[in-house]
């Protein structure tokens, strides 16, 4: 068993080294820039103006591999949560679609280059762990592992609770440079005139890249975009629902 683990761990050093020596920025993820903030004119009695913040800041990309097979993100056998601190500290997140109730409620999205994106980004203290049930907000720990930083690597999964045996799985974390939006209104939205707002790519009219609704009553929204913070391409668009309304260009 001693000699299994050994041999497991050199594996997952070499990993670790050939993920970094792979990265010209030896595995950090690029530096944040300043945040935007956008003023959002009100355009008639039916649309209260309002304004907007983006700030850049981490995600975290994530894929997981239990015994040689990539855990996938909808609705996997074997669940995936992230834990703070610890394998039993407090749920903080989810990797996969399924996860038990109680990891809802924090960005999550699967991502276009296998596993998953969500808004936690790794560290040294946020724990991967496999549940080895699905549909049972019970089952006991599978698997569970964390990462030596924030850096671009490979980590070995170990059996939950064991300490001397052979790993069962890995996983690539890496931050992910994302954006955090938030908008209040001047006045909330009526529940006659609710108010959609988007963010879109090249235009007033182009692809949105992230949207919502405030309902009757709400005055403020925040949204989680997987994406870098671009110069000057995002339009920040807010209108009551379908209808034309105030669009403005995010940065210069």
Not at 12 to 36: H, I, M
Not at 110 to 115: F, K, L, N, W, Y
Not at 181 to 200: E, F, K, M, Q
Request: proline share 8%.
């Amino acid at each position: 068993m001693r000699w299994s683990r050994i041999v497991a761990a050199v594996m997952g050093l070499l990993a670790l080294l050939l993920a970094v020596a792979g990265c010209g920025s030896q595995g950090y993820a690029p530096p944040l820039t300043n945040a935007v903030h956008v003023s959002l004119p009100a355009n008639g009695a039916a649309q209260p103006g309002g304004s907007a913040t983006l700030t850049p800041t981490y995600g975290g990309h994530y894929v997981v591999y239990l015994q040689g097979k990539e855990v996938p993100y909808h609705n996997p056998a074997t669940p995936v949560e992230l834990r703070k601190g610890s394998c039993t500290g407090p749920v903080i997140g989810a990797l996969t679609d399924n996860a038990p109730a109680g990891t809802q409620g924090i960005a999550m999205q699967p991502a276009s280059d296998h596993g998953a994106n969500v808004a936690i980004a790794p560290a040294a203290d946020v724990y991967v762990v496999v549940l080895a049930q699905a549909g049972n907000p019970n089952a006991p720990q599978f698997a569970c592992g964390n990462p030596l930083s924030e850096r671009r690597q490979y980590f070995e999964l170990w059996p939950a609770g064991a300490n001397e045996t052979v790993g069962l799985g890995t996983v690539l974390s890496e931050s992910l440079v994302s954006t955090k939006i938030d908008i209040t209104l001047d006045a909330p939205a009526t529940a006659a005139a609710p108010v959609a707002w988007a963010v879109r790519s090249g235009g007033c009219t182009g692809a949105t890249v992230a949207s919502g609704t405030f309902a009757g009553g709400a005055a403020s929204a925040s949204s989680f975009i997987f994406q870098q913070l671009p110069s000057g391409k995002w339009w920040l668009t807010l209108a009551p629902a379908g209808q034309k309304g105030s669009c403005v260009k995010v940065g210069t």
